[in-house]
């Protein structure tokens, strides 16, 4: 016996769309934090963000449809943050510390929205730029990122039957429960979602994050995604971004001030959050580079998030200076984040048990493998490699040397004077999977 | 083509119970303003709450299974306050104050627990007593009686097909619009839902509430539920309620602390509430004694809210003695919240329109009207005259006496007492239907 609810099924039938983002905390905690310093810090401060497909392989011009691409962009510009959103990121407490976002931020993010975008169809592919005040363009990061990936898995679905539908999600499931199982057999381990640029979709990355949470218990602290963070009371993780050290040195007079730029970033950001959320990020213009020019006190910091070296690799060249510092390593933090999964987390965790405080941040390969679950086959449903960088900043041009030279961004030209100017070696090529 | 969730479906099949009461915000807004003041003032007063059912041909412990509503109680108390929950209350405005909730009763609100109860079947009726301090049995008002009530529905439903149940509720959906449709003809209405207490089940009131939202626009100002207000962004709607000047009554040592005692707690509101909130229930002993030995300051209040007396007379008693008293009634407030429905709403905003502002609370006629909607007949739909009232307060018996004399509670001693002292008339007794 079937019973219809007419009232849901009609109205489901005026749905305009179905809307990829619902909601302006259906963004990474990063965002906040780092917005909130750039409004008191740098309020005048233009930046554009632009769209970066490195997976060209993918037409996504030909895959996703513009009208139907314009229509999300707009309701995401349509979006407000509403009294309760205001009222928990105002009441939450994040790493344990109340009030992290003041009542004058509040207040202005009330006001928030999205601002508008440039958008042309070329070569196959999108050109998307989103061009302003950098304390409104930044907002599009992850909303540009979630609204093409999910109309790029929708565009690969759209032709599946039913149960084909039904085998694709059982299959994906039992595959992230097998990952769920292996990684149960860490005691120690320390993980959170990182996954919400790169999801499959919104529904989908809310059930890998539930599934965690009910998998690995206090192992999993929480997650990067602060609308799941908020609706299951979970910790919102994250801290700043490679756009805060692109900017800083994009707007840095000469070479010496651009060689300064990393640090200026983080003694900034240290005073902003009066000694909190010190986690910084090592590889935007190279590690080595980095960590040889910095001055001592960026030891003192609670850890590093190596994001483009070769985790083991990267882990230990930090420790080595640690140590060359004079710190106890054991008493730092490093956050892995760049492309992980089951494999490297196991093999990272196993190197370094006991000799550094480790945690994960796991992204594309937690909210985004259907690796063979396709009954149809193919690879539509594979992620890509699909950023949104900050490409100028009031007019001039921004740069990431990172340490894959495939992860770099930017002109060319400019990219050589920062190898210059930071003394970049030749950095080994590795495969860009996510 | 059916596609089944196992599942979800094998989860459901585990179900202990569907839980009736499924946070600590499901209840009445008042409850807690309340309950922050007694915590702050009186928290060495013991109180005991007892259910009363006063529709006794209604044999509630016939129709109720004493093991179901044991595993509802016990559901119950395994509640807590969830961090968004405290994170809402504590960050909210309500009547457009911040921080209503200080942040001391916010922490101790985190370890609340509702306390034991004493549950026992007697001459086809179940005595339900909560005994302990104040600050704990008082919350137990409102779970209370939503469980009840809605076991009381289940029951009626048990043996129902499908189909009928389909009917009736588009039959009380249908009902419940018609209502909708008269009152948006009322364009200075103001009104919100005061149903939760007596609702026919915590999914039917959610519905009510939200057709009222679409329904009724800017006239439907929000609810007593606080969960649903949270839920919905709707205001959290209520001040006080009887039991304040019961066990202010209760407590008082001679016969002039008991007159004196209806002011005492005016003036322990006011000043707890920093003159905010001033809305005062003429009728715990008697609106005509109460009107007429009230000190001037009364007069100086918002409003009442008359809970007892026929809306159009005892409005008019109201305005009279704010006349008499030199104050202009079309800046006073009165709330209309006793058993109303379509016809007296309709009948009382019509009559006071222009001469006093008016605010109605519409209760068991929103959130439980079935009549006419069963489509097996009978009337075991049919709300009853339940409630939840303090009866002792430190062992001394707890007296209301009310406008109407079929809504007294309490020892015959010692409200004969209270008449005298009150001074109280005779009252004309009317049928209490909700």
Redesign the interface.
């Known amino acids: 016996?079937t019973?219809t609810d007419f009232a849901t099924r009609t109205y489901d039938h005026n749905f305009r769309l179905d809307p990829i983002v619902r909601s302006l905390l259906d963004t990474d905690f990063y965002k906040l934090l780092m917005l909130q310093m750039i409004r008191q810090l740098h309020p005048e401060v233009n930046a554009t963000f632009s769209l970066i497909n490195r997976t060209r392989t993918v037409r996504l011009g030909e895959i996703i449809d513009e009208g139907e691409l314009r229509a999300q962009l707009d309701h995401a510009r349509s979006l407000r943050f509403?009294?309760?959103e205001l009222?928990?990121l105002?009441?939450?407490s994040f790493y344990g510390r109340a009030r992290m976002f003041g009542p004058e931020f509040i207040a202005w993010l009330s006001a928030f929205q999205l601002p508008d975008y440039e958008l042309r169809r070329a070569d196959g592919q999108y050109e998307l730029h989103f061009d302003g005040p950098w304390t409104q363009t930044m907002m599009w990061e992850i909303p540009a990122l979630t609204i093409i990936n999910e109309l790029k898995s929708r565009a690969a679905m759209r032709d599946k039957g039913?149960?084909a539908l039904?085998v694709l999600y059982a299959r994906a499931k039992a595959h992230l429960w097998e990952k769920v199982e292996r990684l149960r057999l860490l005691p120690d381990l320390v993980i959170s979602d990182f996954g919400t640029r790169r999801r499959h979709s919104f529904l989908w990355q809310r059930w890998c994050v539930e599934a965690l949470k009910e998998g690995l218990g206090d192992r999993f602290i929480g997650t990067s995604n602060v609308l799941l963070a908020?609706d299951a009371?979970l910790e919102a993780i994250g801290t700043n971004a490679h756009e805060l050290p692109m900017v800083a040195a994009a707007l840095a007079e000469d070479d010496a001030a651009l060689a300064h730029a990393p640090y200026q970033v983080l003694e900034e950001w240290r005073q902003h959050y009066n000694g909190n959320l010190l986690i910084a990020l090592p590889d935007a213009f190279g590690t080595t580079a980095f960590l040889a020019q910095a001055p001592d006190w960026v030891a003192d910091w609670t850890g590093f998030r190596p994001d483009s070296a070769p985790p083991i690799e990267g882990g230990e060249q930090i420790i080595r200076w640690w140590k060359e510092k004079g710190r106890d390593p054991r008493e730092k933090l490093l956050i892995f984040s760049d492309g992980m999964d089951v494999d490297t987390i196991e093999d990272t965790y196993r190197h370094f048990h006991g000799r550094v405080r480790m945690s994960f941040g796991w992204g594309t390969n937690l909210t985004n493998d259907f690796r063979g679950c396709d009954p149809d086959g193919g690879n539509g449903l594979d992620p890509i490699s699909l950023v949104c960088k900050v490409t100028s900043a009031n007019g001039r041009p921004a740069v990431k040397l990172s340490d894959n030279p495939l992860k770099a961004t930017g002109d060319p030209a400019e990219i050589a004077r920062y190898r210059r100017v930071f003394g970049t070696d030749v950095q080994e090529a590795r495969p860009v999977q996510v």
């Open positions: 016996m019973v509403t009294k309760k009222i928990w105002a009441g939450n039913r149960f039904d908020m009371d």
